[in-house]
């Protein structure tokens, strides 16, 4: 096996969001940064494929108007072109289509709503932008709706737009206090050409800065500790001061196998979260007047990203369906009766279709519990950090950028540079 000479001030195991993220930050400060993927390209779940002419992301992906990831990206210098997806849309219930109550207006003039079901929703609306997450963090959301929401149908409305934000349907093991964090992020924002052109701008920022990547590297363990440490790929050994890990916490783990001590982070109980998505191209939609759709009791969803985004070179539209949770095999039908009931006739104008049975949403699902949050920092073993969606107290991409940014900083902090 060969041995690299050059000793890295950090490896970054996975070239997806959170190692783009860390490697800036790190490569900005003037250290010398090594990532590496097991794929043949980087981005992970980011990545876009083209297919007819039109960009299509893995499943439904979007950024929020109030999240950290657009407020990084401004740090570093990239912006980037999409829009803000509006607060309206629809909803069904029972086979019927109905307007979701996103102003005040639809709110007291639907015909779906009772007026103590309206007054409930009007107060939580008024009052959730607000509310200080911390003291109901360790409640399951669907408890903590009980208590607060007496109408069955407003709490399932309330539930349906925690779907949406959070990619989850386990309410009753999601903890409250994370749920509305996460719909306090505001409004969705769509990419022009997908999430692959975040991922391009963010490649090209991290070699703007020297870091240097090496793909198709499988590793199979990390040993020793700060400043010495080492990285066994399927090839070689790599030396660093610092090694970073932004693979799964299964994947993470099993490079710690032949360190004596258990750091604390393998020991939490980690649950997916998955959805299965129908990924549609289409000539036209036959119901232009529906962009936006989800099931109130039903955990399914659709948006044609395409009337907020630029996603095709043709004017295809571009429309993800998804459901949330673990497929079977009735999944696809069902998305397509989904698909048939906001948009009749759907099939005759497809021009492409892909259907993801298991796409893994996060690595982690925050549950209602007294486990403390998963630091970037393993203190079990010096000079080794770990990023991605499970590492933080943020879901989704906005962990990948929280925890990225904060594993950089506590790199940096053995260099004594403060990240800015």
């Not at 992906?61 to 629809?90: D, F, M, N, Q």
């Not at 963010?202 to 990390?222: P, S």
Request: some cysteine; hydrophobic content about 40%; overall charge neutral.
């Amino acid at each position: 096996m060969q041995n690299t000479e050059q000793n890295w001030d950090c490896v970054i195991i996975g070239g997806g969001i959170a190692g783009l993220i860390a490697s800036i930050y790190l490569a900005r400060a003037e250290k010398s940064v090594l990532i590496l993927e097991k794929a043949k390209t980087l981005g992970g779940r980011g990545r876009t494929t083209v297919k007819m002419d039109s960009y299509l992301n893995l499943g439904p992906h979007a950024l929020y108007s109030k999240g950290l990831a657009i407020e990084t990206l401004r740090e570093l210098g990239i912006e980037l072109e999409g829009g803000i997806v509006p607060t309206r849309g629809k909803m069904i219930h029972n086979g019927e289509i109905f307007d979701i109550p996103a102003s005040p207006f639809i709110l007291v003039t639907s015909t779906l709503l009772n007026w103590n079901a309206k007054k409930e929703l009007l107060s939580f609306f008024l009052k959730y932008k607000k509310m200080k997450t911390d003291g109901f963090k360790n409640v399951p959301l669907a408890q903590w709706l009980q208590h607060r929401i007496k109408d069955k149908l407003a709490r399932n409305l309330i539930l349906m737009l925690s779907r949406l934000s959070s990619y989850s349907d386990e309410s009753d093991r999601l903890s409250a206090g994370a749920a509305i964090k996460q719909l306090q992020l505001g409004n969705a924002m769509y990419l022009n050409k997908g999430w692959q052109s975040m991922i391009d701008a963010l490649i090209n920022k991290a070699v703007e800065f020297g870091v240097q990547f090496q793909t198709v590297k499988h590793v199979n363990k990390v040993t020793g500790s700060f400043p010495d440490l080492s990285v066994q790929t399927n090839k070689e050994i790599i030396y660093a001061k610092n090694v970073l890990s932004t693979s799964s916490p299964q994947e993470t783990s099993k490079l710690l196998k032949e360190y004596k001590c258990t750091p604390e982070f393998i020991k939490k109980d980690y649950i997916p979260v998955h959805a299965a998505c129908l990924d549609l191209v289409l000539s036209k939609v036959p119901n232009p007047n529906i962009d936006f759709a989800m099931g109130v009791e039903d955990p399914f969803y659709f948006s044609n990203h395409s009337k907020i985004a630029k996603l095709s070179n043709q004017d295809h539209q571009v429309i993800h369906v998804m459901k949330y949770g673990i497929s079977n095999q009735e999944t696809e039908k069902e998305l397509e009766e989904f698909m048939e009931i906001v948009q009749p006739g759907w099939e005759e104008f497809v021009i492409y279709k892909r259907y993801l049975p298991r796409m893994t949403v996060s690595n982690r699902l925050v549950l209602a519990s007294n486990d403390d949050e998963v630091s970037p920092l393993v203190s079990q073993i010096p000079g080794f950090y770990i990023a991605g969606d499970w590492v933080g107290d943020a879901m989704l991409a906005e962990a990948s950028f929280q925890s990225g940014r904060k594993a950089a900083q506590f790199i940096l902090e053995k260099f004594s540079i403060k990240v800015v």
